[in-house]
């Protein structure tokens, strides 16, 4: 047997993206993965990790965690780090790139729940208009936010056959331009309620921000790829399935193809938010819009398109988006048994909850001499349905009255945005709680509790929405 090579740090730092043989190292041994990289399912992504360190990388990418993976990587080991470079038996972390270190600066009222990668929610003062401002949109971000450059990006689009076609975000400004108002929501908006009301469900602590509404402008889709040369009514294109998305970062998920060439179906590549172009942690320069979907379907720094038989393989169609029974738990569960999620169930939340002083302008506007609450938030349902009730309690829902809806100027072929409601009564009605919940135009309604729609992922959170009313006499 011969003794492992030893190799110096400084020698694996040359094969870096700029070599022609890429190497990484993982748990102090050395692999040549020149070999490897155009298999590897993320994409170019892995370059960056070449010339250095894997391990914090799949601290990121957990999926890699698996013996399958190590398993692959063993095949292309080549040595071990000379023991001079190590610490404690480890490379020395700062010897590795920050991966977030071209993130952007970000506004001071979203509510951060991690800052590597941002996961920050929407301010409550916003919540609570029809339009948020984009510096207040909601950010998640599984991976860094790439910095792409306008003028030299661009995405592929891959034809059924495997012929591609490319564009720049100048080639989009033949397509006809369209404006859809929509609201985003995340998969794991409100977990925090089924945590609290259930037991403990895995993701991050999201409160009623993580979701908000913005006007997007862009191209359809389907006129995209129809210049690209896929015609839905060919016979040889019965096969394809879904759209696949793939982002800068390695993020990527999918949509069946019967939404993408919907005539109503409003499935947009945005380049425009509010107006302006798209924010970096937004997907500047160009980012999916998938109408009434859950947001993890709204690819950001699009970078590919492909027609499949097959929906995305990433973790984020596979995996993490689905919804499992209440007794079912991810040691025991098999993923392919449910479908990823796409449309989403009716959703309402409080938003604000205050006491009218006398000679307020809503109390005269209601006509009401006594002591008053104003009780304002949102409402929204998936898949393009309307909002058509929400009720609310005062009391714990012993009794219900109904809300107004407030009007709004969204644009679309269907409702793909939120409905703000607001309810002014009397402050002798209030008890301990004030609740809501929403009906959809398919009567749609939400569960009072959570342990019926309690799943270990957390995902789709729904249950009536309960506010303390702290200010009784
Ligand atoms: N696209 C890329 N490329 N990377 C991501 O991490 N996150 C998805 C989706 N698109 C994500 C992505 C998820 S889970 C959500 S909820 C939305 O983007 C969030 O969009 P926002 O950050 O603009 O609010
Ligand atoms: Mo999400």
Redesign the pocket.
Known sequence: EEAPRKIRMSEVRKHSRRSDTRWVVRDAKVYDITDWIPNHPGGEVILRAVGGVIDQYWDIFSIHKKQEVYDILEQYYIGDVDPRDLVDGHVPQDDVEDPFEEDPPRDKSLKVHSAK?CNAETPVDALDKFITPSEK???????WAPRLDEKSHRFTVELPDGEEKEYSLEDLKKFRQVDVTTT?Q??GNRRKHMTEGSRYANGLQWGIG?M?TAQFTGVRLQDVLADAGFHAEDAENDDVKHVQFQ???A?GSSIPIDKALSRHGDVLLVHKMNGKPLGQ???FPL?VLVPGHV??R????LKRITLSEEESQSQ?QQRDYKCFGPNQSGADVDWSTAPAIQETPVQSAIVSLKDLPKGDRLRQVYGLEEDAIEVKGYAFAGGGREIVRVDVSPDDGRSWTQAELLPDNAVGSKRWAWTQWRLVLPRRLAGRSFVVKAVDEGYNIQPEYYDPHYNFRGNLTSGWHRVPYTNRD
Do not use: I, M, Q, T
Request: glycine share 8%.
């Open positions: 990668p949109f909601y950010v998640r971000n599984h991976l985003l995340c998969s993580a908000s982002g800068a970062e993020y942690d937004h997907g980012r947001a993890a709204s690819v950001k720094w984020w």
